[in-house]
């Protein structure tokens, strides 16, 4: 039938134009670098699991099934198996938007045209409690995504959160995302996580903006707050980044300030970016049944469906405006008449911006002249503007730099004063002017040499009123007037904490100049236990009974050196050491090493126990932390990690950690420990 058919020449030529009109309406390969996803279909969210978002006991999938969910037309949250498949369940069912995941095995990438789930194909990206760190190219990739128009929205969890044991955890991963990057910009958000462990709160107080706030008020309900279920709180600041704002603080901060943060806001080049500081309200309560999980999503003291839509819906309504901004540094110049300064013009590109900025100058004194040493320029570079004056040129003129580009013009303005008795002389000048580290790393800030009357001697930088255990390096060192140096503030575990002034100083015979910096060192992870793995001796643990110090053995856990109570009969073996938690500690938690070994063959009752036990100073038995026996036996060398189990209630005090390993008359069990220790 189909051949008598084809046979009419009329019906031939009909069937190859319908063939030739549906190649045509076939969606092009793009030729350039593709933009964010446009608003005209339905949005596209992505939600990562690169980061280990599934490690320990965590769950933070919508599915199993990955990239792409099944059922496509999910009915309820069991429909998917994941600890946050509601939040993805409820947006598939508004009919507006699409979910997917990007896989262990996917790449984070922005305009990369070979990576099929490469970020501008997308509208949002939902980062839910990474445990891996970003790499630089990552972090790239996250940030020209916002940049251009996409919405990040991130996710964090509680201080030492680090469910792969890999030394990181999300609020640490988060913050190095926003400080180091790609753009040198310090807290390019304006968001930082705090290093805190908030146990059990509800937050309710609302921003001062509460009445109009798109969030609080959004599509799907009205927000009256979330829930802290071991989470992390938010510093915002809105002198790093001017869109910042918190939506929801904790009980007992303002909700005019910029601390005690639940969830914040924010906006940087055309996109968007909510953040919040606990998985816990994305929990579900489904998921894997290996996982133990707790229902946040639902939980009647936040409202936590309704935020996280409406979130997700205030992030989708960004739109991409190719732009660009136009800066002078420094602001001034001052100079003696009849001789030159120089202003550096630096532009910077958003929403995909990739055109070349002509630039013209304006406002120049009498006798003046000015010249770019490269016009026009293409958005995201900088040129350098040199103003020569004549002897006749005095006072002080704003000089006007315009640059524009495909009908776009920005305006940047300058001071240059003209003085006909002007001393050589110079200036300090710190960017950022204030700086927090942590105990244990490391943050850096430019230190800019500001001459004025041709002062041209190289001036020799140092750090002065440092904090105990702080140290400060420059370089370049020194430096020449008029250029940068980059300084690093390094801080020990053992540093002095709190906020306080430190100087940075110049000095270029006979000049010395000082330029104040606010320098905040904050709690850090730091290791109270002395020899955790027990290398080269067993100082300063102690030994006593049948307890035996390996120290170049078949079964260690790391090093050479380990531990072991027990391998005889009617017996009782102990390790201890002892300890001091400080009073302004916020972390100490116990983690360990352990392999039992035994010739037990029982698989029901305990013969052989190893208590882990806190006792006073004065060796009286505080606490039973745990418990283990032989029915915790393992191959030789096979090690599990247990802990961590927190100090803090015995901070301020002194206090030893004791392993006691009890066994019975016949069969001995051996308890192998190594890599104690407490942070």
Not at 68 to 81: A, D, I, K, M, Y
Not at 642 to 666: A, C, D, M, W
Request: aromatic share 8%; net charge neutral.
């Amino acid at each position: 039938m189909w051949q008598q058919v084809c046979q009419s020449k009329f019906t031939r030529v009909l069937i190859l134009s319908l063939l030739f009109s549906w190649i045509l309406s076939l969606p092009q390969v793009p030729t350039s670098t593709p933009k964010v996803q446009a608003q005209t279909s339905l949005i596209s969210v992505l939600f990562d699991n690169t980061k280990a978002e599934t490690a320990g006991n965590a769950d933070w999938i919508i599915d199993t099934d990955q990239p792409t969910p099944s059922p496509s037309n999910p009915t309820t949250e069991t429909s998917w198996v994941g600890a946050i498949s509601a939040w993805g369940v409820e947006l598939v069912k508004t009919g507006k938007y699409t979910v997917s995941t990007l896989p262990s095995s996917g790449r984070i990438t922005y305009g990369d045209t070979s990576n099929a789930q490469d970020l501008s194909k997308y509208r949002i990206f939902v980062i839910p409690e990474p445990n891996i760190a970003f790499t630089a190219a990552e972090k790239t990739a996250i940030i020209n995504f916002v940049d251009n128009g996409g919405g990040l929205f991130m996710i964090a969890d509680h201080l030492n959160s680090d469910r792969n044991n890999d030394g990181i955890d999300s609020p640490r991963i988060f913050n190095d995302l926003m400080n180091n990057n790609s753009r040198s910009v310090s807290n390019i958000f304006g968001i930082q996580y705090d290093l805190n462990n908030i146990s059990n709160e509800n937050p309710s107080t609302l921003n001062i903006e509460s009445s109009s706030d798109p969030i609080i008020f959004g599509a799907y309900g009205t927000v009256s707050g979330t829930i802290l279920r071991a989470g992390a709180s938010m510093t915002i600041s809105t002198s790093s980044n001017p869109n910042v704002r918190g939506v929801i603080f904790r009980n007992t901060f303002s909700r005019t300030g910029s601390t005690g943060v639940a969830f914040a806001r924010s906006q940087f080049g055309q996109g968007r970016i909510a953040a919040h500081g606990d998985s816990s309200a994305i929990d579900d309560g489904t998921g894997q049944p290996s996982n133990n999980l707790f229902d946040g999503w639902n939980d009647p003291a936040g409202t936590n469906k309704q935020l996280f839509l409406n979130a997700t819906e205030w992030l989708a309504k960004t739109t991409v405006q190719p732009d660009f901004t136009l800066n002078t540094s420094p602001s001034s110049q001052t100079v003696n008449a009849g001789s030159s300064t120089s202003y550096t013009v630096s532009t910077a590109a958003q929403g995909g911006f990739s055109g070349m900025v002509t630039l013209s100058l304006s406002g120049l004194p009498s006798g003046a002249t000015g010249s770019f040493s490269s016009n026009p320029i293409a958005a995201g570079s900088s040129t350098t503007l040199t103003v020569n004056t004549s002897t006749s040129t005095t006072g002080t003129s704003t000089l006007t730099i315009s640059g524009s580009s495909n009908g776009i013009t920005k305006t940047t303005n300058a001071s240059l004063t003209v003085s006909s008795n002007v001393t050589p002389n110079y200036s300090l000048s710190l960017s950022p002017t204030s700086k927090s580290i942590s105990q244990g790393s490391s943050g850096t800030l430019t230190v800019t040499t500001n001459p004025v009357g041709g002062f041209s001697s190289p001036i020799t930088l140092t750090a002065s009123s440092l904090p105990s255990g702080v140290t400060a390096s420059f370089s370049p060192n020194p430096v020449t007037p008029g250029s940068s140096s980059t300084l690093t503030l390094t801080a020990s575990g053992t540093a002095t904490t709190g906020t306080l002034t430190i100087n940075i100083n110049g000095v270029a015979s006979p000049l010395s100049r000082s330029t104040p910096l606010s320098l905040t060192i904050t709690p850090g992870v730091v290791e109270r236990l002395v020899n955790g793995g027990f290398e080269g001796s067993t100082s300063p643990w102690v030994l006593s009974g049948a307890a035996f110090y390996t120290a170049s053995g078949a079964y260690p856990h790391g090093g050479t050196g380990y531990v072991n109570t027990g391998n005889t009969n009617n017996s009782t073996g102990t390790v201890y050491q002892q300890f001091t938690i400080p009073s302004t500690a916020t972390t100490a938690n116990l983690t360990f090493w352990l392999n039992v070994s035994s010739t037990e063959t029982t698989t029901t009752t305990v013969y052989d126990t190893l208590y882990v036990e806190v006792y006073s100073s004065s060796g009286s038995l505080l606490q039973t932390l745990a418990t283990y026996s032989n029915l915790n036996k393992s191959a030789d060398g096979v090690y599990s990690q247990k802990g961590g189990f927190s100090l803090l209630s015995y901070k301020g005090q002194t206090i030893r950690i004791r392993f006691r390993g009890v066994n019975g008359s016949i069969s001995p069990t051996i308890f192998r420990i190594d890599d104690v220790s407490v942070k």
